[in-house]
């Protein structure tokens, strides 16, 4: 299959550039070189791709990410072009909802390579849509409390038709969670669809008419009737992203939808809603200190009354050997790949990264470097150097540990996160399982806790 691209550059040799190449290879590539003129031609090829400069003469490329990648009716992923090859840089892309990022100046084989690659990933996922008939929801068992809690509350809320909020910080997965509730609910044959609010004044009106729709003229004069997703979704799902930072006029829409399942298109009659609704936000809906947030205490109050909290990565750390094993899976399936595991050296530093990103970052961050694993194991050395350099390390402080007792506590540490599986916690250290149980059964004739 070929891929519909927008390439958004204000510098004309580096547009011209990537649009060549990538019709090279058989792409549908436009371009334009400000953000006004983006998003005008955005509405008419409905790209599946869009590579957007991070410096724009009127705007600021990371601005304008959510409106591509959240358009109610033909949502696009984003590449960010930047000058930046930080790792600031690429969370804050992350955070504001980027695929990926390249950084200037552009290696072309790079940028077809990310473009080949996200052309495999549509036909893998039109090819394995889900099947309606399973709930995803039922296999997932975490250890993680919170997590294990929010994947208990998601299985009931996917039972009822209550409208249920999602909590958490960017990458954690709420948008994930969201279509798992809907696929474990009995509208798993109806739609699916996703709207967020604009934070640029002069496009609120418009996107309150694509959440609620427009009668003829409201929009500007001798503008169409517009159906709002809400109209579209009939018995669907509809998730309604980041309410923490909702406009009031957006508040007021989302009270009459909880109150009472109607909404009122822009110069409309009152319409009953008869799908199902899904709202995510950060954490700070939670918080007790809430005088920055826009929201009205009273629809707080509401969401709170019937929320699931996410955790950030770094607090799920019980889980994270079953989401390095579950990224393994998908990444050798997109890139072809067959490597079977991760020297402990390297789990070891990637547990102790901050992850910002969370979830998504973990993901970005391993996805650039599966294609250059050389074994079949990713080892410590490829991870990226910048990455390395912040991994916590813990002082030499005190008595100094002899390298049997580093041995055996390093042991300790992968038997707890493969929960006791000896086969897996052997295949991560890199020994035959009998070489790990005669270590055992060392450390208990000696008296230690391993065996404990």
Sequence with gaps: MSLRILVIDDEQLVGHTVQEALKAHGHDVRRAETAKAG???????????????????????????????KHP?????VIIITARADAKSAVQALQEGAWDYLVKPLILDDLVAKASRFEKLKR????????????SLAGWTPQQPLLRTAVRLAREAAQTDQP????????????????LIHQASNRANDGFFSWSASQDPERQIEHLAQLVGAEPGQLKAGSPRMRGVLAEAGRGTV?????????????????????NRTFQPLGGVITSFPGRLILTGGPSLESVGVGDLRIAPELRQQLLGRHILLPPLRDRQQDFMQLLLE???ELNEEYGRSVRGIEPAAVVALMNYPWEGNVGELRLVLS??????????????????????????????????TLAEVEQQHITRVLDLCQGNQTRAARLLGVARSTLINKMKQYADEGSTLSK
Aim: charged letters at 25%; a negative charge; glycine letters at 4%.
């Design 39 to 69: 998003l005008a031609l955005s509405e008419e090829l409905e790209p599946d791709l869009v590579l957007l400069d991070h410096l724009l003469p009127d705007a600021k490329g990371i601005d304008l990410i959510a409106s591509f990648t």
């Design 73 to 77: 009716s033909h949502p696009a992923a």
């Design 124 to 135: 893998l996922e039109r090819a394995t849509q889900p099947d309606p008939s399973e709930a």
């Design 164 to 179: 249920v909020c999602i909590l958490g910080e960017p990458g954690t997965g709420r948008h994930r969670l969201a279509r």
């Design 239 to 259: 998730v309604i992203r980041e309410v923490q930072a909702l406009p009031a006029a957006f508040q007021s829409v989302l009270n009459q939808l909880l109150d």
């Design 327 to 329: 990224l393994t899976q």
């Design 368 to 401: 650039r470097i599966w294609p250059k694993v050389e074994s079949a194991r990713l080892l410590r050395k490829e991870l990226p150097a910048e990455f390395l350099r912040n991994s916590q390390r813990a002082p030499l402080t005190g008595q100094i540990p």
